[in-house]
Nanobody
Framework: QVQLVESGGGLVQAGGSLRLSCAAS????????MGWYRQAPGKQRELVAT???????NYADSVKGRFAISRDSAENTVYLQMNSLKPEDTAVYYC???????WGQGTEVTVSS
């Protein structure tokens, strides 16, 4: 059973933007810090951004000022708005319900130079 459904990845030129979405069940959405992580080829999975239930956000230094995480309680969806994309942002991006330890299936983002 897929509990986190991601969408929005794709191919974009450097400097462009993409918005990723992660839809969850209501129970998961209200019970978890929701996060976005990414894994580039040959590298370990790393934190991109998190959004706690109390509304705090946290970002990796590499994306501060370019990416924004948000939550839509009406849609039980977490978004990652990615602006000023760089080739080094190329990775598979995963949504995670941190408290439950649940991962989405991943969505691929490729940034061409």
């Amino acid at each position: 059973q897929v509990q986190l459904v991601e969408s929005g990845g794709g191919l974009v030129q450097a400097g462009g933007s993409l918005r990723l979405s992660c839809a969850a069940s209501r129970r998961i959405f209200i019970s978890n810090t929701m996060g976005w992580y990414r894994q580039a080829p040959g590298k370990q999975r790393e934190l991109v951004a998190t959004f706690t239930r109390s509304g705090r956000t946290n970002y990796a230094d590499s994306v501060k000022g370019r990416f924004a995480i948000s939550r839509d309680s009406a849609e039980n969806t977490v978004y990652l708005q990615m602006n000023s994309l760089k080739p080094e942002d190329t990775a598979v991006y995963y949504c995670r319900a941190d408290d439950f330890g649940l991962w989405g299936q991943g969505t691929e983002v490729t940034v061409s130079s």
